[in-house]
């Protein structure tokens, strides 16, 4: 049951693929908190993914698009003010893709063309999106862009490779945007640093698997899920967040603010259990 948090605003949610897409289920709270959305992402993936399922349960239109575009984005911001009857009062930037990663090339063995594709597709997309909606005046007073980010952008974070580059891209771009869209038309701009979620790109990190493991030892509240992360990007749409803009808003159980848990210890220590005395001691040598 929503609270009507969103009641009357109308959105933009890009990158909902399937039903391990946190997009996906922001796209839901949206519009179970009142909201009325549109939905893009690429033709391909509209294609293979379950997009469709998703528009005609929340009755709203997809619009596919290459963010990488600027005359796709043009044509989304354009068709979601005709389609909902007005300005938007939120975007959700939820595209990250690197084939560096899926190619399985190491971080001191990129392609560097390869890299290129990383940074636009999951960061420079997000400057074009705000570039486009700014110019088309897209966006009403007072609305919210969120993007998803991870913390890999100021810790280095094994596997995650060049998708650590493009996501501190992206926080600076929040930043340095959300001054300017701030100050002409009191747009706020955000990016919501979510715990390692198992969505379809995440999968693809080396290791993921056990970095959700030792993320959820390490966070006092465990990971958040993505349906946690849909609620989060609700209140930063709601008018409860107006005054919150270029910050990096840390979502992730209280693992960016941990050193080291007595679970996550726990877990290290149980790989000295074969160099241990008949006592329990462990035998450094």
């Not at 239109?61 to 939120?90: C, H, R, W, Y």
């Not at 926080?171 to 300017?180: C, D, H, K, Q, T």
């Not at 050193?259 to 210890?265: D, E, L, T, V, W």
Request: aromatic fraction near 8%; charged fraction near 20%; charge should be negative.
């Amino acid at each position: 049951m929503g609270n009507n948090l969103l009641k009357g605003k109308k959105g933009i949610v890009f990158g909902a693929l399937n039903e391990m897409s946190i997009a996906w289920k922001v796209a839901e709270r949206a519009v179970e908190e009142g909201a009325t959305i549109t939905l893009s992402n690429t033709p391909l993936a509209v294609r293979m993914g379950t997009t469709n399922e998703l528009a005609e349960k929340l009755n709203c239109q997809i619009i596919p698009a290459d963010a990488t575009s600027v005359e796709d984005l043009e044509n989304v911001f354009k068709q979601s003010m005709e389609i909902l009857g007005g300005k938007v009062d939120f975007v959700l930037h939820s595209i990250g893709m690197s084939p560096n990663v899926r190619k399985k090339r190491t971080y001191d063995d990129l392609d560097y063309g390869m890299l290129n594709t990383t940074l636009d597709i999951s960061a420079i997309s997000f400057h074009k999106m705000m570039q486009v909606a700014k110019k088309l005046d897209a966006i009403n007073e007072w609305g919210s862009v969120v993007a998803l980010t991870y913390m890999a952008a100021q810790r280095t974070m094994y596997g995650y490779n060049d998708m650590a580059d493009a996501k501190a891209m992206l926080e600076s771009i929040a930043r340095s945007f959300g001054y300017i869209y701030g100050r002409e038309h009191h747009v706020r701009v955000n990016t919501i640093s979510q715990s390692p979620t198992m969505t379809t790109a995440g999968s693809g990190v080396k290791g993921f698997d056990s970095l959700v493991d030792f993320s959820e030892r390490m966070s006092p509240l465990g990971n958040a899920t993505a349906d946690d992360c849909a609620n989060y990007c609700v209140v930063m749409f709601s008018d409860l967040t107006k005054k919150v803009t270029m910050q990096n808003l840390f979502h992730d159980g209280g693992f960016s603010s941990m050193g080291m848990s007595y679970r996550a210890m726990e877990q290290y220590l149980k790989s000295f259990d074969g160099i241990k005395d008949e006592n329990g001691n462990i035998i450094y040598g």
